[in-house]
Nanobody, 120 residues
Framework: QVQLVESGGGLVQAGGSLRLSCAAS????????LGWFRQAPGKEREFVAA????????HYANSVKGRFTISRDNAKNTVYLQMNSLKPDDTAVYYC?????????????WGQGTQVTVSS
C-alpha cells in the first residue's frame, strides 16, 4: 500500500514557476515508478511526466517537454515536478500516481491532487 499527498500548487502568473511535491508513505515506495497527471476543467485527465523507481529514466508529455522536470528523492519518499515557463493552458488539478511497472498504462495508487492556476 502506498499513500500519496501532493502539495505546492497555487496561483502564478504566466511565465512563472512552481514546484509540486508528492510525499509518499508505505514500505515499498522506493520500488514504485511515479508519475504526474493533470486534469483541467471540462477535460480528461492527461499524462504529464513519469520517473522510474531509480530515477534513471524519465519521460514527458510533448506539451511540457523542456519546461517541466520530474525528479525523486527516495531518502525523503518524495517526488517533485518543477514547472517553469508556465502557461495558462497548464491550469489544472495535478495528481501524483504510483505504478509497479514503469511505462505501463496502469497506475496503482493516486493522490488527491493539488490545484495549479496560471493567470495570463
Amino acid at each position: 500500500q502506498v499513500q500519496l499527498v501532493e502539495s505546492g500548487g497555487g496561483l502564478v502568473q504566466a511565465g512563472g514557476s512552481l514546484r509540486l511535491s508528492c510525499a509518499a508513505s508505505g514500505r515499498t515506495y522506493s520500488s514504485y515508478a511515479l508519475g504526474w497527471f493533470r486534469q483541467a476543467p471540462g477535460k480528461e485527465r492527461e499524462f504529464v511526466a513519469a520517473i522510474s523507481w531509480s530515477g534513471s529514466s524519465t519521460h514527458y508529455a510533448n506539451s511540457v517537454k523542456g519546461r517541466f522536470t520530474i525528479s525523486r528523492d527516495n531518502a525523503k519518499n518524495t517526488v517533485y515536478l518543477q514547472m517553469n515557463s508556465l502557461k495558462p493552458d497548464d491550469t489544472a488539478v495535478y495528481y501524483c500516481a504510483a505504478q509497479r511497472v514503469y511505462g505501463s498504462s496502469w497506475y496503482d495508487y493516486w493522490g488527491q491532487g493539488t490545484q495549479v492556476t496560471v493567470s495570463s
